[in-house]
T-cell receptor
Framework: GDSVTQMEGPVTLSEEAFLTINCTYT??????LFWYVQYPGEGLQLLLK?????DKGSNKGFEATYRKETTSFHLEKGSVQVSDSAVYFC??????????????FGAGTRLAVHP | GAGVSQTPSNKVTEKGKYVELRCDPI?????LYWYRQSLGQGPEFLIY????????DSGLPNDRFFAVRPEGSVSTLKIQRTERGDSAVYLC?????????????????FGPGTRLTVL
């Protein structure tokens, strides 16, 4: 079945460092790909998405490109801030004929950014 | 506007007891999902409602788990004869109804979750 694998954390960085969190997926169809973020004490929030190959999702300085050839969707940010400290989840969703989307998540990567 | 709310935020129960977890979706969202997040893991799909009906319950782990949405809004996840392995954070998400176009996606908005601890 479909699955998502992301790099284990925690990832610890200094403020203004470059961030990469790797994510690869396995899917039989043509999934949409997502990054969700969970800030301390808050619910899951959609950070960015890409719905087809070569699409780039971006939001709040974060970017990820849907690479079908390498089945990857790595998250990057050029300069992290302390406020980016959170748990990041890579996810995929196949479209179902009933018109709904079932999200499949990776295990999550905790990011800690220090001043 | 109000987001997805879940009650209670925390529930501690004893093995063998029955529990109910409630989800209030965003007003106007006809699609509702339940997920379960075990410690150190990502959320796992449990069940999907379109309106009042459970259109996909393939993620429910066994027949001790049941969910309802009688009026197409609030949903209740019910767990009978709880076991220690049921301890997790139970997440609810809602979205607008899909356009039906293949490949389309409606963002799922998540609630804060209910942390269930079975002693």
């Amino acid at each position: 079945g479909d699955s998502v694998t992301q790099m284990e954390g925690p990832v610890t960085l200094s403020e203004e460092a470059f961030l990469t969190i790797n994510c690869t997926y396995t899917a039989t169809g043509y999934p949409s790909l997502f990054w969700y973020v969970q800030y301390p004490g808050e619910g899951l929030q959609l950070l960015l998405k890409a719905t087809k190959a070569d699409d780039k999702g971006s939001n709040k300085g974060f970017e990820a490109t849907y690479r079908k050839e390498t089945t990857s969707f790595h998250l990057e940010k050029g300069s992290v801030q302390v406020s980016d400290s959170a748990v990041y989840f890579c996810a995929l969703s196949d479209w179902f004929s009933g018109g709904y989307n079932k999200l499949i998540f990776g295990a999550g990567t905790r990011l800690a950014v220090h001043p | 506007g109000a987001g997805v709310s879940q009650t209670p935020s925390n529930k501690v129960t004893e093995k063998g007891k029955y529990v109910e977890l409630r989800c209030d979706p965003i007003s106007g969202h006809t699609a509702l999902y339940w997920y379960r997040q075990s410690l150190g893991q990502g959320p796992e799909f449990l069940i999907y409602f379109q309106g009042t009906g459970a259109a996909d319950d393939s993620g429910l782990p066994n027949d001790r788990f049941f969910a309802v949405r009688p009026e197409g809004s609030v949903s209740t996840l019910k767990i009978q004869r709880t076991e220690r392995g049921d301890s997790a954070v139970y997440l609810c998400a809602s979205s607008l109804t899909s356009s039906g176009q293949m490949g389309s996606y409606n963002e799922q908005f998540f609630g804060p979750g209910t942390r269930l601890t079975v002693l």
